[in-house]
């Protein structure tokens, strides 16, 4: 449980909030890389942690990230030329390059030198990874990007996906990081209806029947170990008498968290941005180090309401949203699924965004099993604080700590789980 000051802090993130200056420490996807696919091509608005921005592509194919609004009158720069290496408003023709320099004002005397005093709030941006990168930070400390595998692999090595979320980053960042709920949210059933429940969820072998150790024992022993990235956290089910059977999710500062998946097969994560307070990207990457995605790993990826969630025709927007409940189907949910609703993603934002904006953890009771939450949340704090006595963030100036891998693994009981994150969380040559 958080009072009231603790879960403000660490929910907002606009602009002078202690949240806001830390996130503006690091590098943040913004979007997807394809959304600027030409040079000198249109401008694209850009709502970020409180922050109305435009995107654009000059004709050197190099990224610029400016103010929605004009320094001139606050004319929209959305509605700009995209032109020679600057961005030119339409209401008087004022232009503006990467930097954020006037580089020409034609509505001004040739001999005015009044350009060179005006300038549009500029920040930084890269491409990488399939993504939009923008450091919204001090020019000062400004670092190298976050060398995640999906930022240093080619693109036919990875694929990359975005989609709104309607809620604050903070709920949607506890369900990546909370290891139990997969047992029961994404639960399938199998068997005769008039079975108990827990029986029933045993027989459906766990997530699309292929995690039975998540159906067997839906009550796992959590472990965690603080990293210099962030931390991970073991979720330890009993798979047989001489075995564990475990998932290692991993959080990364800010709001990265890697999902678990077979040991020697691809790796994923989530990434989640605040566009507000009460609204934020969901951003995925899937990729292999060694080689490119199968064309079989490509359709699976891309399965639109199965491992993706359907959205409205040339948005982000999701189709299955609070106001239709999700599309739930009711006779799904008593035959074949713990909660009837499509996908899993569809499913974990069905529970987060259904808390509200931004829920009020005054009134939550955390059990054991949340221990997950409870370091989140003290990480995120403390870093925040730390900030404001003058303390910055050290993974955001080492871009080398985020190079970490999620397995799920099944290993003998002597094994301890420091030993499991030395050899197949940290040692990222082991496969």
């Known amino acids: 449980m958080l009072s009231s000051e603790e879960n403000e802090l660490i929910c907002r993130t606009g602009p002078g909030t202690p949240m806001g200056e830390l996130w503006r420490r690091f590098w943040l996807p913004i979007m997807l890389a394809k959304e600027l696919p030409e040079r000198d091509g249109p401008p694209v608005r850009a709502r970020i942690l409180s922050e109305d921005l435009i995107a654009f592509r000059d004709r050197s194919g190099a990224i610029g990230l400016v103010a929605n609004n004009c320094p001139h009158r606050g004319a929209s720069l959305f509605f700009g030329r995209n032109e020679e290496e600057g961005l030119r408003c339409v209401y008087h023709g004022w232009k503006f390059d990467r930097s954020g320099a006037c580089i020409d004002m034609p509505n001004e005397p040739a001999e005015s030198n009044f350009k060179s005093k005006v300038h549009v709030t500029a920040y930084a941006a890269q491409e990488a990874g399939g993504f939009v990168w923008a450091y919204m930070g001090p020019r000062s400390r400004q670092p190298e990007l976050p060398r995640f595998g999906f930022n240093l692999v080619p693109e036919n090595q990875r694929l990359s996906h975005k989609v709104l979320a309607y809620s604050n980053y903070l709920q949607a960042l506890e369900g990546d990081l909370d290891p139990v709920h997969i047992s029961f949210l994404h639960g399938t059933l199998a068997g005769p209806q008039d079975l108990p429940w827990r029986e029933r969820l045993r027989l459906g072998r766990g997530i699309g029947g292929n995690l039975p150790d998540a159906a067997e024992d839906v009550t796992p022993t959590m472990l965690i170990k603080e990293t210099q990235y962030g931390f991970s956290i073991g979720a330890r089910r009993n798979s047989g008498p001489d075995h564990y059977m475990w998932r290692i999710n991993q959080f990364l500062m800010p709001a990265y968290a890697l999902i678990p998946g077979p040991l020697g097969l691809n790796q994923s994560c989530t990434i989640r941005i605040p566009i507000d307070d009460e609204n934020s990207w969901a951003f995925r990457s899937r990729w292999n180090d060694n080689r490119p995605l199968t064309a079989e790993e490509l359709v699976e990826y891309t399965r639109v309401g199965v491992s993706l969630a359907e959205t409205h025709p040339g948005t982000f927007i999701p189709v299955e949203h609070r106001d239709n409940d999700y599309l739930i189907d009711r006779d799904k949910q008593r035959r074949t ?79 301890s789980f420091d030993q499991l994150v030395e050899d197949y969380v940290l040692n990222t040559t082991r496969v």
């Not at 529970?351 to 054991?368: A, F, Q, S």
């Open 337 to 415: 699924s713990m909660t009837g609703i499509k996908s899993i993603s569809q499913q974990d934002r069905a529970v987060t965004e259904t808390m509200g904006p931004i829920y009020d953890r005054t009134k939550e009771h955390l059990g054991t099993t949340d221990v997950g939450i409870i370091v989140l949340r003290r990480i995120l704090t403390k870093a925040a604080r730390d900030l404001q006595a003058g303390i910055e963030p050290r993974q955001a100036q080492d871009g080398g700590v985020y190079k970490a891998r999620a397995p799920q693994l099944r290993a003998l009981r002597s094994v």
